[in-house]
């Protein structure tokens, strides 16, 4: 397993149908996860791994009622991010609790979208695009960029 990113991100979901729902896992006695397939993708397979109470908690909801009407406004809060490539080829995404407000990164996940970017301070910093030939579908990491006065400048490498 590759570390491809690892921080704390602002999550944008976009579009309908974005999230399968794998369902409710627990990796040890105490740590309940959802696990979630992020659609428009066949090979590599995306995998999520939520570990946020709230989330874990909207889909124990979701699950019980199949009223999904709050499910994206709890999904999309900031989260520790890590981005994994497995040995298989499909990528993993864990998402676990942060204190911190995601301004720095942001984990965008539009599938099915035209023509929509929801973000404007960003540069990419990771693009693996998605396979649905018909609708733009792809997961993107983007980097806040620096502000200098009225101005934005792109990060220097």
């Not at 109470?53 to 909801?61: D, G």
């Not at 699950?63 to 994206?72: I, K, L, R």
């Not at 999904?75 to 301004?103: K, M, Q, W």
């Not at 599938?111 to 970017?117: A, D, K, R, T, V």
């Amino acid at each position: 397993m590759k570390s491809l990113f690892s921080g704390d991100a602002a999550v944008y979901l976009q579009g309908d149908n974005a999230l399968t729902i794998s369902g409710l896992f627990n990796k040890y006695q105490d740590d309940e996860y959802a696990g979630f397939l992020l659609g428009g993708f066949k090979d590599p397979l995306v995998s999520i791994s939520d570990h946020r109470k709230a989330s874990v908690e909207a889909l124990h909801y979701v699950m019980e009622t199949e009223d999904v009407t709050q499910f994206s406004d709890v999904f999309c809060t900031p989260a520790h991010v890590e981005l994994y490539l497995e040995e298989d080829g499909n990528l993993s995404i864990e998402l676990s609790e942060t204190n911190d407000d995601g301004s720095k990164f942001a984990l965008w996940m539009p599938i099915g979208m035209e023509n929509s970017l929801p973000v404007y301070d960003y540069v990419f910093d990771h693009i693996i695009p998605g396979e649905d030939d018909e609708h733009f579908s792809g997961l993107f990491i983007f980097r806040r960029q620096k502000k200098h006065g009225n101005k934005i400048r792109p990060r220097r490498k």
